[in-house]
């Protein structure tokens, strides 16, 4: 479990490599003090997405790519200096400061527009028409493992508002138009769907 609060920006050590048993590894470059709180087994959410920590150097780790990972995410795509979000596991009696996120991505979403509005800016997004039940104004989704508020719904778009240090401390300052996001949505609003689903309800 996370809070979608990013603790630094990671970058990839290598392109990924196959794994040997159909997914693959990516090892990645961080600070001594994240590097040194991680262990063998441990959670890490790499730009949003949950993987397990596989092996451990100075300021690096390895992490395993299973085969639904390097589907539904664009993970498989990083290259050698790409950055990436990073965040470890939450642990009890953590200040849960963001919002209740598991690192299961539902898929990616791409960019439509960027308003840059002095410091501040409004990042506007595809809403696939399957995910569009569980995006509603003023609540929460995740954007590459970053805890975000929808500001606005449209009919196939959404958008969020990005302040100077979202911008300056994660990787979104860095988004533009055409650039594709991992997207989780609020795992409450999941289980409130289904429930309803499966009554006839939804």
Do not use: W
């Not at 589907?71 to 009890?92: K, Q, S």
């Not at 990787?171 to 999941?190: F, P, S």
């Amino acid at each position: 479990m996370f809070t979608g609060l990013v603790r630094e920006r990671g970058r990839v050590a290598e392109d990924p490599l196959p794994s040997g048993r159909g997914g693959g590894r990516l090892r990645l470059q961080m600070s001594a003090e994240l590097a040194d709180a991680l262990s063998i087994g441990a959670s890490l959410a790499v730009s949003g997405v949950c993987l397990t920590v596989v092996c451990l150097g100075a300021g690096t780790c390895e992490v395993e790519l299973a085969p639904e990972t390097l589907a539904r995410t664009r993970l498989g795509d990083l290259r050698a200096g790409d950055e990436v979000n990073l965040e470890p596991a939450l642990r009890l009696g953590d200040e849960l400061g963001g919002h209740l996120v598991q690192g299961h991505v539902d898929g990616t979403v791409g960019v439509v527009a960027v308003e840059h509005l002095g410091d501040h800016r409004v990042v506007t997004l595809e809403l696939p028409a399957e995910h569009a039940p569980l995006v509603v104004e003023k609540g929460s989704v995740t954007l590459d493992g970053v805890s975000l508020t929808v500001s606005a719904v449209g009919g196939d778009t959404f958008s969020v508002a990005l302040v100077p240090h979202t911008l300056a401390v994660t990787t979104l300052g860095g988004v533009g138009r055409g650039h594709r996001l991992h997207l989780e949505l609020d795992v409450l609003g999941k289980y409130v769907h289904r429930a309803l689903e499966l009554r006839g309800l939804a």
